[in-house]
């Protein structure tokens, strides 16, 4: 934590625009969510109290590449996995649901200051476009 605490002080101090493009914290707290919803862990709110005590972690903008968890499944697929594989919670229909509420309900929102849904289950070119698209409008 101290770690991204000086990386971001640092690249705050810069007089250029200055776009980090990283996992968010938004991430963490999704699969949170997600874990307190399947198995009640009971972390989720601890983990966004604890953001209180370090404020730096909070991003400014979080992109949040939305793909059907078939979609997914067919990735996975083609990328060699198999049934034996099946163990990999993340890409769980139930696990990806609960991560996507995270993002996508109003119940309790992200704690990015903006959240900005992109559909990914388009072509890498097509998301790539959208991505890039953001980045700009951020730098100008």
Same mark, same amino acid.
């Given at each position: ?6 990386? #971001?002080?640092? +690249?705050?101090?810069? *007089?250029?625009? #200055?776009?980090?493009? !990283?996992?968010? #914290?938004?991430?963490?707290?999704? =699969?949170?969510?997600?874990? !307190? *919803?399947?198995?009640?862990? !009971?972390? =989720? =709110? ?13 991003? =400014? ?5 939305? $793909?059907?968890?078939?979609?997914? +499944? ?36 992200? $704690?990015?200051?903006? #959240?900005?849904?992109?559909? *990914? !289950? ?5 998301? +790539?476009?959208? $991505?890039?698209?953001? $980045? ?5």
């Amino acid at each position: 934590m101290v770690i991204e605490g000086t990386r #971001v002080r640092r +690249a705050l101090a810069s *007089a250029k625009p #200055v776009v980090l493009l !990283d996992r968010s #914290v938004d991430t963490l707290l999704a =699969h949170a969510h997600a874990l !307190d *919803a399947l198995f009640g862990y !009971d972390v =989720h =709110h601890r983990l966004r109290d604890r953001l209180q005590e370090l404020p730096f972690l909070r991003p =400014h903008h979080t992109l949040y590449l939305d $793909v059907p968890a078939e979609e997914l +499944a067919l990735r996975r697929k083609a990328a060699g996995h198999t049934a034996a594989d099946s163990g990999y919670f993340l890409h769980e229909p139930t696990f990806l649901a609960h991560a996507r509420d995270y993002f996508v309900s109003a119940a309790q929102p992200p $704690v990015s200051r903006e #959240v900005t849904v992109i559909p *990914a !289950d388009t072509g890498p070119d097509a998301v +790539a476009h959208a $991505v890039e698209a953001l $980045v700009t409008y951020w730098t100008r």
